[in-house]
Every structure is written in structure tokens, then in C-alpha cells.
């Protein structure tokens, strides 16, 4: 509400009565003791204020005042959020601290044509990253504050098979690479410069494993290749390729890489022979390249992950999300994880509202919430 002075005022119900506070009180307050106060709301209960009037809906974009609630209010929920090309412009959020399921939908989805199968999605530190190759360009977006930036393809047409959206301390980095016959290049958009820059590729092999992201780790992206398994890098600063010596076990069958915002480094691979995993393990690498073995997928588990992905390990990605390592697959709506403090393997059950003929597409992201991210 305003009074009549411009300013607002804030009304509190309860259940035995509602009334007005004194807006001689309220409307004086000056704006750096306001903001200070509201900061200690709720999040949600904020958002939810920025209707009420022009104060509200402008305090939550300010500098300041998101400052001081980075240092007072508590977190948002984190959630894994689902991706699927049938779910146009749409997404289902699971929150993994209480167990819930949301919807959530895009803002000015008009500004590209994410909704078509071929869209590509990359996800960090609050921000979403979508393109299409057949668009011209790309859309980040903060879903929290409703903000977007649409960031041209640095050529057109424009094929690329990797996307990965990278935080930094002075905002984002987009890498993605491209390796058709016509070229073999990365290109990495800097949100600092609002530039591009183009850097030589590696190899093609690359591209086969096009659902697993860039993994950040000490100012580079680390990739793997199949067959013969290896690890490659990429320094997102010089723009340098590099085989970080990592000692990788024998007989693997697939490795996958996830990093933590604390600088660890943890290695997920299938032990087998002949292309069959017949067991899955997990590995800490430290940073001089040594592992050690943490943990195994039990046997039960095992079994079932390697029917559900037909050990085709192309499908396989994985990514960490809030002390959890997930490991998925593009052809499986479930969720293998495991919680690193607890030492215990899960499986997380399908989008409840998910449809049974649905059998392939299923993309998982970790998202938690940031009001501080910007595009």
C-alpha cells in the first residue's frame, strides 16, 4: 500500500484481526533503515511484495540492498531441475530439502525458440543457459529475478556440440565447442566483456559424450574422452588444451568427473570388461592427479543402472548438486545419487507428473536460486 506521501506502508494480519500500521511512522523511515528491516524477510514473502508498489518491485534489483541480504537472509531451497524437449518453455523443480515438486515456467520465452527439441541447457550459480542451434542466439536467465540477456552467436549458422555455462567471481563464462567437419574451434563468451573469443579445439572425441558438461575445476573445464578413457582440459583464461596427469584405474568401461564449490575433484567410472560395467566406483583426485577410492555402487544398484542405461555410457552425465553427486541418464527419468557426508547411494523416482510413453530426453540440472546472479 501508499500513503499519501508516496511511501509505503506495510500491513499485518492475523488471524483475530488485521490492521493498518501507522503510516506516520513508516512513511518517515529512511530508506537505508527500510531496506534494512525488509531484508530480513523471507525471500519468497520479498518477491511476493514487489506488487505492492513501485518501491518494492525496483529494491530488489538494487546493489545495496541485495548486498544486505546475501549477508542476512537465509538460503533459498536448492533443486534438481528437469528438462525435457516435450516440456516446452517448462520445467519441474524438486526441492531436495524437503522432498516437493514445482513447475516453473520461462520469462520472455519469445526472445528464442528454446522450445524446440534440439535446444541445448547448461545451468550455475542461479543462471540458466539456453540455445538452439538452429537460433542465432542464446538466452541467460536469472528465473528469481526474472532478468534475461540475449547473447548472439559469435557466427551463423552456427553448430556446436558442447555448452557449458561457467561462474566466476566477475559473473559468467559460456564455453562451447565446436567440432563439424568444416571447423574444430572453442568459442568462450566472457559476461565481463560481453565478448567472444575463439580458441583451437581438441578432438572430435569430444563430442560423443554431448550430454556431459565442462567440469570447472582451478580456472579450467575438464572433459573425458571414451576409449581409451582419458581426461583433457581446457584453460578457460588462455585458452589452452592440456592432459592433466591423472592416474586412471584399469578396465575402465566409462569416467565421468564432478567438481564441488570447496576445490575437490571426484571421479565416477565403470570397472569391466568388453564394455560391460560390472561395477561402478567412485574415486576423490586430488590435485596432483592422485585418486582414492571412496565408495562402490552396491551390487543391487549397479545392476539396475546398467540395465536402465543399456551400457551405452554416451547417455551417461553427472554433476553435483548441494553434497550430492547425481549420476544420470538421457535415456532414464530417475536420479542415481550419492550423499557425500552420509556415504549412502539413492535413487530418486521420476517427475511424479511425468508421462509413461516419455522413454528418452531426460535432462537434469542442478539450481539453487541466487537474487545475486546477475545476467
Not at 73 to 78: E, G, I, R
Not at 101 to 115: D, G
Not at 232 to 242: A, M, P, Q, T, Y
Request: charged content about 15%; glycine content about 6%.
Amino acid at each position: 500500500m501508499m500513503s499519501p506521501g508516496g511511501k509505503p506502508t506495510i500491513t499485518i494480519k492475523s488471524n483475530a484481526r488485521s490492521s493498518e500500521m501507522d503510516s506516520r511512522i513508516w512513511s518517515n523511515l529512511p530508506v537505508e533503515l527500510l531496506e534494512h528491516i525488509l531484508c530480513f524477510l523471507p525471500f519468497k514473502i520479498l518477491f511476493n511484495l514487489r506488487s505492492t508498489c513501485k518501491l518494492f518491485n525496483t529494491l530488489v534489483y538494487s546493489p545495496n540492498f541485495i548486498s544486505k541480504c546475501s549477508a542476512s537472509s537465509s538460503p533459498f531451497s536448492s533443486f534438481l531441475l528437469f528438462s525435457h524437449p516435450q516440456c516446452h518453455n517448462r520445467f519441474a523443480l524438486y526441492d531436495s530439502v524437503v522432498g516437493t515438486w514445482h513447475n516453473i515456467s520461462l520469462p520472455l520465452s519469445v526472445l528464442l525458440p528454446c522450445s524446440a527439441p534440439s535446444a541445448h541447457l547448461s545451468s550455475s550459480n542461479g543462471l540458466l543457459c539456453l540455445s538452439n542451434p538452429n537460433s542465432s542466439s542464446m538466452l541467460v536467465c536469472n528465473l528469481l529475478t526474472k532478468s534475461t540477456r540475449a547473447i548472439e552467436f559469435p557466427t551463423y549458422p552456427f553448430e556446436f556440440e558442447l555448452l557449458t555455462l561457467v561462474s566466476t567471481p566477475e559473473g559468467y563464462k559460456i564455453f562451447m565447442l565446436c567440432s563439424g567437419s568444416s571447423s574444430n574451434c572453442a568459442f568462450v563468451y566472457s559476461s565481463k566483456f560481453l565478448s567472444w573469443q575463439r580458441f583451437d579445439g581438441f578432438q572430435a572425441t569430444l563430442g560423443d559424450n554431448f550430454h556431459q558438461e565442462g567440469v570447472p575445476f582451478n580456472g579450467c573445464l575438464y572433459f573425458t574422452t571414451p576409449e581409451p578413457c582419458s581426461i583433457v582440459c581446457f584453460d578457460l583464461e588462455s585458452g589452452k588444451w592440456d592432459r592433466p596427469n591423472v592416474e586412471l584405474p584399469n578396465q575402465l568401461t566409462f569416467v565421468r568427473l564432478v567438481s564441488e564449490k570447496r576445490g575437490k575433484l571426484y571421479m565416477i567410472g565403470g570397472i569391466g570388461s568388453n564394455g560391460i560395467s560390472r561395477n561402478i566406483k567412485l574415486w576423490e583426485v586430488d590435485e596432483s592427479g592422485n585418486r582414492v577410492e571412496l565408495e562402490s555402487l552396491p551390487e543391487m544398484m549397479c545392476r539396475k543402472f546398467g540395465s536402465v542405461c543399456y551400457h551405452n555410457y554416451e547417455h551417461v552425465y553427472c554433476f553435483w548438486h548441494q553434497g550430492m553427486i547425481c549420476i544420470c541418464c538421457y535415456t532414464w527419468p530417475e536420479i542415481l545419487y550419492y550423499k557425500v557426508t552420509r556415504k549412502t547411494w539413492h535413487w530418486l523416482p521420476k517427475c511424479p507428473s511425468l508421462p509413461e510413453k516419455w522413454n528418452f530426453g531426460f535432462r537434469w540440472f542442478s539450481f539453487v536460486p541466487e537474487i545475486c546472479a546477475f545476467v
